[in-house]
């Protein structure tokens, strides 16, 4: 059994708000965040690279 691979690296939650929070995965040590994407639709955690962009 094999698993499909991703063609990116980088996941993206898409969000109503522009501001969001990031935990990262459960095991990393990851610090719970708040993000505000400001003047753009997107933005990447800096601990996790995870990307929350904005539902247009
Ligand atoms: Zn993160």
Redesign the pocket.
């Known amino acids: 059994m094999s698993e499909p691979i991703k063609a990116t690296n980088k996941e993206v939650t898409e969000v109503t708000s522009k501001k969001a929070h ?3 995965p459960e095991f990393s040590g ?1 610090p719970r ?1 708040y993000l505000d994407m400001g003047d753009e639709k997107q933005v990447v ?1 800096p ?2 690279s ?1 990307v929350f962009k904005l539902k247009s």
């Open positions: 990031c935990d990262g990851h965040i955690c601990y996790c995870h």
